[in-house]
Nanobody, 113 residues
Framework: QVQLVESGGGLVQPGGSLRLSCEAS????????MRWYRQGPGKEREQVAT???????LNADSVSDRFIISRDIDKNAIYLQINNLKTEDTDRYYC???????WGQGTQVTVSS
């Protein structure tokens, strides 16, 4: 069955970087559009970045180029690199397969000094 498992979150100081991982099983990430979302307490889940089956990437309009989505077909995983982290990046980040609307459990990112 389809499974998405995120990891890589944690507590990081402002200005630092993180790479979030989403390991997929039950399907090949190369065949599906995949997306990262973020959600904070009391807020709606919002799009961060998408990688399409052909490898094209697209950040949401509200998301800066500090966020970079990528994938490793051999490892069947997608990634979200976040650079120059800011306190407002504190959220739970979720991996999502658009077709069929599959979600992972999320990984918490906390940016604080």
């Amino acid at each position: 069955q389809v499974q998405l498992v995120e990891s890589g979150g944690g507590l990081v100081q402002p200005g630092g970087s993180l790479r979030l991982s989403c390991e997929a099983s039950g399907f090949a990430v190369s065949l599906y559009a995949m997306r990262w979302y973020r959600q904070g307490p009391g807020k709606e889940r919002e799009q961060v970045a998408t990688i399409f089956s052909d490898g094209r990437t697209l950040n949401a309009d509200s998301v800066s180029d500090r966020f970079i989505i990528s994938r490793d077909i051999d490892k069947n995983a997608i990634y979200l690199q976040i650079n120059n982290l800011k306190t407002e990046d504190t959220d739970r980040y979720y991996c999502h397969r658009l077709r069929g609307s599959y979600w992972g459990q999320g990984t918490q990112v906390t940016v604080s000094s």
